[in-house]
């Protein structure tokens, strides 16, 4: 018989899945509302891309700093400080009264979202032990990623029926919702003797990830010649280079490079990066295409997504069933190739657009293909760690998919020629394409389906 959770842990899984779930929604609900954005404030693709790198380059560059900090200051801490962080951020953002200070608020928001992952797992770790722990780390990994699967039917419809600014006052009810919960968990703060916070790493990721970022989104504007292109490019490689050397040196690394020596966590981490990118750049296209190209509502550019959302909700339950049994390897190559068929159906659209034959078939293909990848893709990254690493094994593969979504939007206007119009939405198309079926290629030649001794023998307890 299933061990069953407590009152106080089914509220700390809860919390876990709640708090997770506003950061990461709030990573992919703002797809359809950027034509809004940019109607009202003004500016053209660029702005569109910021007003979502913003948030993803602290959301990705910070999230794994935040689990040390978790550890030095408390769990529980740093959780409540990212929900009134998170909060005030996002009602900064709906009354942001021009793109400058959108973007800002923005960052600041994903600043406060990394805090509310890590801490979550952690208390998710802390409180609960296997089988009941695995459980409920996977019944969180599909929850947060429905999120990012079903913002974009949420911001079509509050966009349509209010404002684009009412897309980021959503987050106050369950963020108040959450605190008020946090205060019933029954669990004590810990904090970890000696636990230290990499503030020098963490400064170097995120002003590498910025530079290099800035660098991406405005060299259509100037060319790769320009001074103000290439200086940061450079000096973004540069201080991603100096963070992966300071890995190796620290006593505390915010990125575990050890961790890497898993076969299955180096390949799965790798497939992450081509898969997610490729979801992330084909969310943007999509839902920002759909309005200003083919003229559909926010509400229906949101709709669009509808069957993505129910096919994996309805399948990834059981397919993470079965992974288990027959192992990830199989699952990994066949979906993302799935997606990709999917999104390569996406160049049958045209001037006279028609959802129902042009778009709604590569959607299906793109829920079908996702269901078969993301259980077994989480279960083939946690269960390359040991357990009591299962936190920051989660925490690095969320960076690499956040990553993966912040450099693909980064590098839109390379992808598209500057426009996104029905040749830039057709370009953007191959390139998600050839990005999925890298994924695939990534599982199918990297992922074992199961540890051998020597593998886990390699990894070191932390």
Do not use: K
């Not at 992952?117 to 208390?123: G, I, K, N």
């Not at 027959?326 to 190739?337: A, C, E, K, N, S």
Request: with cysteine; hydrophobic share 55%.
């Amino acid at each position: 018989m299933a061990e069953r959770m407590t009152t106080s842990q089914r509220t700390v899984l809860t919390v876990a899945v709640l708090g997770s779930f506003v950061a990461f929604l709030d990573g992919t609900v703002v797809n359809v509302a950027l034509p809004a954005i940019a109607a009202e404030l003004g500016g053209g693709l660029s702005t569109q891309q910021w007003a979502v790198d913003a948030y993803l380059v602290t959301l990705g560059a910070l999230i794994l700093v935040a689990g040390a900090v978790s550890d030095a200051y408390g769990r529980v801490l740093v959780l409540r400080i990212g929900l009134i962080g998170f909060g005030i951020a996002s009602v900064a953002v709906a009354v942001a009264p021009d793109t400058t200070l959108l973007i800002a608020f923005r960052a600041l928001q994903g600043a406060a979202g990394a805090f509310l992952v890590p801490s979550s797992l952690a208390l998710i770790t802390s409180t609960m032990d296997d089988p009941l722990r695995s459980r409920a780390i996977g019944i969180w990994t599909s929850l947060t990623t429905s999120a990012m699967i079903v913002g974009p039917l949420i911001g079509g419809v509050i966009v349509d029926l209010f404002s684009w600014r009412w897309v980021f006052l959503l987050n106050v009810l369950p963020i108040g919702v959450c605190l008020w919960l946090v205060g019933r968990m029954g669990v004590a703060d810990e904090r970890e003797p000696g636990a230290h916070v990499d503030w020098l790493g963490a400064a170097l990721c995120t002003f590498g990830l910025g530079a290099a970022v800035f660098a991406l989104i405005e060299q259509p504007h100037s060319g790769w010649a320009a001074p103000q292109i290439w200086i940061p490019l450079a000096a973004g490689i540069l201080l991603l280079a100096a963070f992966v050397w300071r890995q190796h040196l620290t006593d505390a690394p915010i990125l575990p490079l050890d961790l890497f020596r898993s076969r299955n966590f180096s390949a799965g981490n790798v497939a992450t990066f081509f898969v997610y990118a490729g979801l992330s750049l084909n969310g943007f296209v999509v839902a920002v295409y759909l309005q200003q190209g083919a003229g559909l509502s926010a509400t229906l550019a949101g709709l669009a997504s509808l069957p993505t959302t129910l096919i994996v909700i309805a399948l990834s339950s059981r397919i993470g069933s079965w992974a288990g049994r027959v192992g990830p390897r199989l699952f990994m190559t066949i979906g993302p190739l799935i997606m990709a068929v999917g999104t390569a159906l996406l160049l049958t659209v045209s001037e006279d657009f028609d959802y129902w034959l042009q778009v709604l078939p590569g959607m299906i293909l793109l829920g079908l293909g996702l269901a078969v990848t993301v259980a077994p893709l989480t279960s083939a990254i946690l269960g390359s760690a040991d357990h009591h690493r299962s936190g920051i094994a989660s925490a690095v593969n969320n960076a690499v998919a956040r990553v993966a979504g912040l450099l693909a939007i980064a590098a839109l206007a390379a992808v598209t020629g500057g426009a996104l119009d029905l040749a830039g939405f057709h370009r953007a198309a191959i390139v998600t394409t050839v990005l999925l079926a890298a994924g695939a290629a990534v599982s199918f030649v990297g992922i074992r389906n199961a540890l051998h001794r020597s593998e886990r023998a390699d990894q070191p307890a932390s």
